[in-house]
Structure formats: C-alpha cells, structure tokens
C-alpha cells in the first residue's frame, strides 16, 4: 500500500482543523489511523477525499469531518470507556480506540462487523471489540459507558442509551425525521434522572434501525406494532405495489399519467443519462402532452441558449437570422441533434401553426451557457439592427474575451496567472447598458430583446463561470445552476403571469441537491432545488433511470460517441431495487406511501451517466450517494434503455423551412 501519511495529514488540517475542531487528541487520532484500510481494496485513493464512501449493504463510512466532530463532541478521553452504534467500516471506533482505554462497537450488519473487526486489528488497533446486534439497545453487559457514538439517525433518542451513560458521561446522536438530515445531539448525564440536551448542527446520517430506531419498513418501531400491512415485505416488493405500470411511450395513454403534475408552474424532466432513447421520447411525449392540453408554453432545456433559439425561430414560425452558425455543432452534438429532439421541433411548429394568439404559443429555450461566443455574435447582430452605435461600443467590450472565444476553458488560466487582465466590467457594463434601454428596444419587438437580453447575461455569467472555473468544485458548477434558474424566471417573467414551463435537464440538476452528495458535502445546489425553494409545492421534480442497455456516449470530453453498454446496476444501488421490482416500465409517486418513502431515505447509491460514459470505473465516475424520495417528486423507471439516434451529420430534408435548424 502506498504512504498515505502526507494525504492524511493533509486531510487533518484543511477538512477538520481548519473547520474548526480543536481536541488534540482527535486530531493526533486522525492523524495516526491508516484511513485506507477502512475502504474497499482499490480505494485507497479516495481515502482522503473529503465525504462519505459506500461501504456495501448501502451503508457508507463517514465523512472523515463528521467523524471528528462527533468524537470531539463525545469528550473522548484517555481512560474512557466507550460505546459506538454502526460500526460500519469500524473506521470512527478505530480512531476512538486510539483515544480512549476501551470501546465496544456494535453492528447491525454481520458481514460489515466481520469486515470491521479484521479491519481494526489490521490498522494495529486492539482495544476494539465489535459486537453484530441492535445497538438501539446498547451493550449492558458493558455499561456504564463515558461516551456513546452513535453513527446513524433516529427517529428520537434511545432510552436504552440513555440510561447506560454514566454520570457526567455524554452521548452523541443524529435525531429527526430525516426529510432534510437529521439534527446532532448530545446528551450529558446530570444525576441519576436526568439529563442535558444540546443541539451541534445539521448532519445527515442513514437510518438507525432497531427496537428503539425506526423499523425495517421506515416506520417508528415503536408504533410498528400496529398490523401493519406492509410487515414482512422487502423494499422492491414495496415498490412494485407502489409503482404505476407505464405504457409504451409512444402509446397515447403514456403521457396523461402525469396529468397530476399538470397545475404546476414548473415540471422538471430529468435523465439518467445524456444519450439515452426512452428518456428523450418520454420526455416529449409528456412535454406534448403538457403543451397541447394543459397550456405549457415554455419548453427549457439544458442546451445553450443561442442554439435553442434557432430552433425556437423555427417552432415559432419566426424569420430566419442572417450568418448563423448551425445550431448544435459542438460536442456533445446528440444530445440535441437526434431523432426525438427533430420531432419534438417538428410537432412544436405545427402545434404553433393553430394557435393564433401569439402568446399561447409553445417556445423552445436554452438554459446552458456554454456558447459564449454564439452569445456574443447575437448580441451584436440584434444591435446591428436596432441601435448601430451601440453595437460599435459592444463590439469593444466584448474584444477583451474575443482571444478566449474559440476556446472559454483557457481564459481563466490566463486571468488568473495575471498576464490579461479580466474582462468582467465589460460585459456587466455592456448588459446594464442593453437592460437600461429596455423600453426603447421592447418597443420595436419583445422578443428579439428577450433573445438579446438573455444572450448579454449568457456572456456575463459565462465570463464569471470560466474565470472560476479554473478554481474547479462548487463554485463554477453553482454559477451554472443559478445562471439556468434565473433564465428559467426570466421566461416565466417574459411569457406573461400564468405562464408554465416544462423542465428538462440531468438528474443531477433535476434532483434537489440537498438530498445527494453534491449538496449535503460539497456544498453544490442546482436548478431543481432553486426551483422547491422559489416555488414550493409549485415545481414537479421528476427523475429518470435505467437498470441496464445501451446509451450514446464518448469516452472522453470531446470524444467521437459511441454506443456503449450499461453495466447492470450495483447491489446497492436504488437501480437494483427498482429492477428487483420486476415492473419493467413505471412511475413511482413519492408523495403517496409514506411507509415506503421513509423505507426508501435510507440512503442508497444512484447513477449519474452523463455525455461521459466510463464503465471500467462506474463505481467512483458515475454513483453518488443519494435520498431518492427527497431528491424527487416523481420516479420515472425503464429497466433496459437504448441509445438515442443522432441525426447523420449531412443531414438534409426537402422543402423545410430556412429556420430549419437541423441541416449543415
Ligand atoms: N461509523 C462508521 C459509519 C457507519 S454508517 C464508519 O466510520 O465507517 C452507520 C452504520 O450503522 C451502518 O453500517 C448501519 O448498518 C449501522 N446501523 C444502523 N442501525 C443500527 C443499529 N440499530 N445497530 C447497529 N448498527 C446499526
């Protein structure tokens, strides 16, 4: 095994001591404990990475901070005898074990026990002993205890545990419903009766299951006594009772299954993938479906804006834009240039040929900001057009990006290594500018300035996004998401009060952040939890996956596509037990059953393919660990998938229309 001691010690001081905890001896703990050797052989090197790992039975070791919070918060002490509840991996007790005189770990799941215990005697630990049972009830034989860890959530805190602390002694424990997390506890013993209780934060833990936890089905054990009707069911039994059997997508009686979304003012479609064929045509048939018979008049999807909008110049029988690149030429061209998205703009434009009123027509936008320089050739053109003097200004402004719009990726490199300096002023000042003569601009025609206006904020977000993007992590993707929420309200602002919109974009932008790992550790939002926040009960998230097939996908960025095939899905993944489900096509309403909704939060790993597709590493490229009935209103389920067909790239067709967007 290579040394991990620079990457731990690394680890101690930027993800825990910087974060503000200070216990010596939990620091010199996490310092001293081989952390790779807690994880499956082949991921030592994402040991030191600052979440949380799966470790089978869809369980997770912990983030390496929380386990130096909660033991900080513990009061371990040399001498200390303690108790934790969820071995896991066994890696907080080994940590623990270094710490204190003695500790008893106890363990729910046999083989994690096993694999725990083998794993703290091999990290040089030998004051640890692991115990397989319920740890609700704690471990009289040793009791009375210093300190009590408890590494996952509970419906409330167990008496059991409570009574086997000693005096002055303290227990820590995630407590709550688990919607949102849990929250952090810790309980001092005062006397004989009585207690403290102080609140650490927010944490979000899987559940504790056991007599004084919540019950195998999600309920309260407590009151699980009660005949209930779903004792004694495993979750993809539960699951297939829920699930609404789904017709062919093509079947006219697909769509009007999600009728119940129909009053929303925001339906968001996800994906499981960017190049897989059931989901686009579910997608629009359900977008259809939304349009013709429920009004919908905004169709928004994770595409640039100024290659939306030729298609939408097409949908909405406007004229054609003189020197236009084609849309949709640059990787990853099928996500939009393929079959489903060409009939989509085909139905678009003839749904729109009979309606009359010019605002009940049905547009198609973009959310996405990656072609800045389309952006920017727009921008320029409409003012060629309305006002040639500011256009020769906006010209100059945008001169300072022009040797970075070729290729935006290489812009905050240079910005940031101070040979250029950046060119932010300018596009803030050239979109003041264009919003500042709203009224005269509006007055020649609404929505060649909405094109305008959205393309001036494309080049301003886009601007922000490639100079932070340089840094990686949560900053350039939230400057993404907020870019495609706020364009989301500026469409539902310009399409009139009762405007609604249809969604589509990735799961992982779909599916509120808050409920996967993107949000809970790294601190990323997206457009599907900006849009629960703004509009409450108002937006839909709906998601999408697949338990096997094909899917159109490159190896690398940039790559050719390729039609690759989908590994079956993991044990431990939700994917498993929606095919375990035996439904081969469903919809899962997550606000109907309640007993499955909580079985379901127990967190699971979900996969995410996106226009990447690598199969040799999918654990680590493409699964993330997730609350499937918190990320998503709605689940959309297709066992075996294929790819989508991309158009030819000399595709041609008679007699179209010179706003035909999908020709050379
Ligand atoms: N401390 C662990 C993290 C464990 S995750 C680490 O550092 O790796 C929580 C663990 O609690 C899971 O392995 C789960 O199986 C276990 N668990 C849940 N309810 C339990 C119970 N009632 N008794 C014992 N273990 C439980």
């Known amino acids: 095994m290579p040394d991990m001691?620079?990457?731990?010690?690394?680890?101690?001081?930027?993800?825990?001591?910087?974060?503000?905890?200070?216990?010596?001896?939990?620091?010199?703990?996490?310092?001293?404990?081989?952390?790779?050797?807690f994880v499956a052989p082949g991921y030592e090197e994402f040991a030191y990475e600052d979440g949380p790992l799966p470790i089978g039975h869809g369980q997770t070791i912990s983030q390496p901070y929380i386990v130096a919070l909660m033991v900080e918060a513990a009061g371990v002490r040399p001498g200390d005898r303690v108790l934790e509840i969820g071995a896991g991996s066994g890696y907080a007790a080994a940590v623990m074990g270094e710490i204190a005189a003695h500790v008893h770990a106890i363990e729910r799941h046999e083989p994690l026990a096993r694999m725990a215990e083998a794993r703290i005697a091999a990290a040089g630990v030998d004051n640890v002993e692991v115990h397989v049972g319920d740890g609700t009830l704690g471990w009289p034989e040793a009791a009375p205890f210093d300190?009590?860890?408890?590494?996952?959530?509970?419906?409330?805190?167990?008496?059991?545990?409570?009574?086997?602390?000693?005096?002055?002694?303290?227990?820590?424990?995630?407590?709550?419903?688990?919607?949102?997390?849990?929250?952090?506890?810790?309980?001092?013993?005062?006397?004989?009766?009585?207690?403290?209780?102080?609140?650490?934060?927010?944490?979000?833990?899987?559940?504790?299951?056991?007599?004084?936890?919540?019950?195998?089905?999600?309920?309260?054990?407590?009151?699980?006594?009660?005949?209930?009707?779903?004792?004694?069911?495993?979750?993809?039994?539960?699951?297939?009772?829920?699930?609404?059997?789904?017709?062919?997508t093509e079947d006219p009686s697909f769509a009007p299954f999600f009728d119940r979304y129909a009053d929303r003012r925001v339906v968001l479609l996800g994906e499981a993938s960017h190049g897989t064929s059931q989901f686009y045509r579910a997608r629009a048939a359900i977008t259809r479906h939304l349009v013709e018979t429920h009004g919908f008049t905004i169709v928004a999807v994770e595409a640039d804006w100024p290659d939306a909008a030729a298609v939408n110049r097409f949908v909405?029988?406007?004229?054609?834009?003189?020197?236009?690149?084609?849309?949709?030429?640059?990787?990853?061209?099928?996500?939009?240039?393929?079959t489903v998205i060409e009939g989509l703009a085909d139905w678009l434009r003839v749904h729109n040929g009979t309606v009359a009123d010019p605002d009940r027509r049905a547009g198609f936008y973009g959310l996405d900001i990656y072609n800045m320089r389309g952006s920017i050739a727009a921008v320029l053109?409409?003012?060629?057009?309305?006002?040639?003097?500011?256009?020769?200004?906006?010209?100059?402004?945008?001169?300072?990006?022009?040797?970075?719009?070729?290729?935006?990726?290489?812009?905050?490199?240079?910005?940031?290594?101070?040979?250029?300096?950046?060119?932010?002023?300018?596009?803030?000042?050239?979109?003041?500018d264009l919003l500042e003569r709203r009224l005269h601009y509006e007055a020649q025609d609404g929505a060649s300035f909405l094109d305008a206006a959205q393309n001036a904020r494309l080049v301003r977000s886009a601007e922000q996004y490639y100079r932070v993007m340089y840094y990686g992590g949560a900053e350039s993707w939230n400057l993404r998401d907020s870019h495609m929420f706020e364009t989301l309200e500026h469409l539902l602002q310009a399409r009139g009060p009762d405007a609604k919109a249809v969604v589509w974009a990735h799961n992982s932008h779909i599916g509120d952040a808050r409920a996967t790992e993107m949000g809970a550790v790294r601190g990323e939002h997206n457009i599907g939890q900006l849009c629960r926040e703004r509009f409450g009960d108002d937006a839909a998230l709906i998601g999408?996956?697949?338990?096997?097939?094909?899917?159109?996908?490159?190896?690398?960025?940039?790559?050719?596509?390729?039609v690759k095939r989908v590994r079956p899905s993991r044990e431990d993944s939700y994917e498993r037990v929606c095919h375990?489900?035996?439904?081969?096509?469903?919809?899962?309403?997550?606000?109907?059953?309640?007993?499955?909704?909580?079985?379901?939060?127990?967190?699971?790993?979900?996969?995410?393919?996106?226009?990447?597709y690598r199969p040799e590493t999918e654990l680590m490229s493409h699964y993330a660990d997730a609350a499937l009935p918190q990320q998503f209103d709605g689940w959309v389920w297709f066992d075996e998938t294929g790819a989508i067909t991309p158009l030819p790239p000399d595709h041609r067709r008679e007699g179209v229309p010179d706003t035909w967007p999908f020709g050379v």
């Open 381 to 432: 053109d409409y003012l060629d057009e309305v006002d040639p003097e500011a256009a020769r200004i906006a010209r100059e402004r945008y001169g300072c990006l022009t040797p970075w719009q070729r290729d935006p990726a290489t812009y905050g490199r240079a910005v940031l290594s101070n040979r250029y300096r950046d060119c932010e002023d300018e596009v803030v000042a050239q979109l003041r």
């Open 5 to 37: 001691t620079d990457a731990r010690n690394r680890m101690v001081d930027v993800q825990i001591a910087r974060r503000g905890v200070r216990d010596e001896h939990v620091l010199d703990a996490m310092r001293t404990v081989p952390r790779e050797a």
């Open 147 to 248: 300190a009590i860890v408890v590494a996952a959530g509970g419906p409330s805190v167990p008496a059991a545990l409570k009574g086997q602390l000693k005096q002055g002694g303290r227990l820590v424990i995630p407590v709550g419903e688990a919607e949102f997390g849990q929250s952090l506890r810790r309980i001092t013993r005062t006397g004989p009766d009585s207690w403290d209780e102080e609140a650490i934060g927010a944490v979000r833990f899987v559940p504790l299951i056991g007599a004084q936890g919540w019950a195998e089905d999600g309920r309260r054990a407590a009151s699980s006594h009660v005949p209930g009707q779903n004792s004694g069911k495993t979750l993809p039994q539960m699951v297939a009772d829920a699930a609404e059997p789904l017709p062919d």
């Open 580 to 612: 375990d489900s035996g439904v081969p096509r469903f919809l899962l309403d997550m606000t109907r059953d309640e007993a499955l909704r909580r079985r379901l939060m127990e967190q699971r790993l979900e996969r995410f393919i996106g226009v990447i």
């Open 544 to 562: 999408f996956g697949t338990h096997t097939g094909t899917v159109a996908a490159a190896t690398d960025w940039g790559g050719d596509m390729e």
């Open 316 to 338: 909405m029988h406007q004229a054609a834009r003189e020197f236009e690149d084609p849309a949709f030429t640059r990787f990853p061209t099928w996500m939009w240039r393929n």
